[in-house]
């Protein structure tokens, strides 16, 4: 399976492999986000990757910009700039098969192609599908937070 940069055309599969998230357990995905908006703005910044098979969008993975989330105390300002990556999703058929983890690494290499000296991100404290794909990279967290609605881990790695 190869990872490429996700074009408008690939628009309605994204969305609706983002639903297949919802209401998933360990998925804190609602009826608002992540929204056509979401797609809107990872698309104008060259920011959402996808994974497909078979023509079919079956994975996804976004380069985040949220200053909320860049403002946080606990990031290591000795190594900004900093990336986040966001909404990663698997195909519920697939999941468990390692494509996550690609996701990441592809995240991590395209960010430091970027420019970015670090990598950051938010995981919800009860997300453990996620918490365990991430701990094969040897993230470190480096704080906690409560932000939209919800309690996370702050990870955080010098790329």
């Known amino acids: 399976m190869e990872i490429v940069l996700a074009t408008e055309n690939d628009r309605k599969q994204v969305m609706d492999l983002y639903n297949e998230q919802k209401g998933r357990e360990f998925c804190f995905w609602d009826e608002d986000y992540p929204s056509d908006e979401t797609i809107d703005f ?14 079919k969008v079956v994975a996804a993975i976004s380069l985040e910009e949220d200053d ?19 909404r990663v999703a698997v195909s519920p058929s697939l999941q468990s098969k390692g494509i996550g983890r690609q ?57």
């Open 42 to 55: 990872d698309l104008s910044r060259d920011a959402l990757f996808v994974v497909k098979e078979n023509d």
């Open 68 to 86: 909320a989330v860049d403002s946080l105390d606990c990031w290591d300002k000795s190594i900004f700039p900093g990336g986040e990556l966001a």
């Open 103 to 159: 996701l990441i690494a592809h995240g991590m290499k395209t960010l430091k192609e970027r420019g970015y000296r670090s990598i950051h991100f938010l995981v919800n404290k009860e997300n453990k599908k996620a918490i365990s794909c991430y701990s094969h990279f040897g993230f470190n967290v480096v704080g906690e937070c409560f932000m939209y609605d919800q309690d996370f881990l702050c990870y955080e790695k010098e790329l």
